[in-house]
């Protein structure tokens, strides 16, 4: 597996998790990142995004203000950090590394997929 996405898990509302995504290959580090979840019965849908130095970031509508994403490149890390979650955060959470070195929102853009963290937020 390229990439290991951790650190989901059981939160109530309100509370924080922190999301990595370690690339155990070494090959994103002039690649764009990003993040996206997938509820049950829900489409895939895209939740951030961030350049290959990390200079230019871009998020979803819906966590914009709550979530940031960032990188460790030394690290070969991503990271989620998610604040005030809500229940309808709750989803399978996946990293995956773009095909360029400025990643946008589509899914098509990216080449690498983790293999998803669960996050549970509940009411």
């Known amino acids: 597996v390229q990439l290991q996405a951790s650190g989901g898990g059981l939160v109530q509302a309100g509370g924080s998790l922190r999301l990595s995504c370690t690339d155990s290959?070494?090959?994103?580090?002039?690649?764009?990142m990003g993040w996206f979840r997938q509820a049950t019965g829900k489409e895939r849908e895209f939740v951030a995004a961030i350049s290959w130095n990390g200079g230019h970031t871009i998020y979803a509508d819906s966590v914009k203000g709550r979530f940031t994403i960032s990188r460790d490149r030394a690290k070969n890390t991503m990271y989620l950090q998610m604040s005030s979650l809500q229940p309808e955060d709750t989803a399978v959470y996946y990293c995956?590394?773009?095909?360029?070195?400025?990643?946008?929102?589509?899914?098509?853009?990216?080449?690498?997929w983790g293999q998803g963290t669960l996050v549970t937020v509940s009411s």
């Open positions: 995956a590394t773009a095909r360029q070195a400025v990643a946008g929102g589509g899914a098509d853009n990216y080449k690498y």
């Open positions: 290959r070494r090959t994103s580090s002039n690649n764009g």
